[in-house]
């Protein structure tokens, strides 16, 4: 069963950058789409990226583009989150997610695996 892991996350003043790491165990990574979601209290969890098993197609959340970057080192089993310029409606839990039967998809509803999550909180 592949599990996964997620660090990197904490408290930054808005404008200020994270990176987000998220280690795959159990089976190697390459044969996985992982997303990036995030969600705060109250709220449905939103999907914030994904990156095919390649690392060729990525996608993102309109709130997000040209801010965060998704990336994939399939060799470390690792895939990253580069959060730029962030903003207070940036705080959330982020999670890392995994899924084999899927293109790449930003719901949800798509993924199988899931992470712990990491706090990231934007506030001055």
């Known amino acids: 069963q592949l599990q996964l892991v997620e660090s990197g996350g904490g408290l930054v003043q808005p404008g200020g950058s994270l990176r987000l790491s998220c280690v795959a165990s159990g089976f190697t990574l390459d044969y996985y789409v992982i997303g990036w979601f995030r969600q705060v209290p109250g709220k449905e969890r939103e999907g914030v990226s994904c990156?095919?098993?390649?690392?060729?197609?990525?996608k993102y959340a309109d709130s997000v583009k040209g801010r965060l970057t998704i990336s994939r080192d399939n060799a470390k089993n690792t895939v990253y989150l580069q959060m730029n310029s962030l903003k207070p409606e940036d705080t959330a839990v982020y999670y890392c997610?995994?899924?084999?039967?899927?293109?790449?998809?930003?719901?949800?509803?798509?993924?199988?695996?899931w992470g712990q999550g990491t706090q990231v909180t934007v506030s001055s």
């Open positions: 990156i095919s098993t390649s690392g060729s197609i990525t």
């Open positions: 997610a995994g899924a084999s039967d899927v293109f790449c998809s930003t719901s949800y509803r798509d993924y199988t695996y």
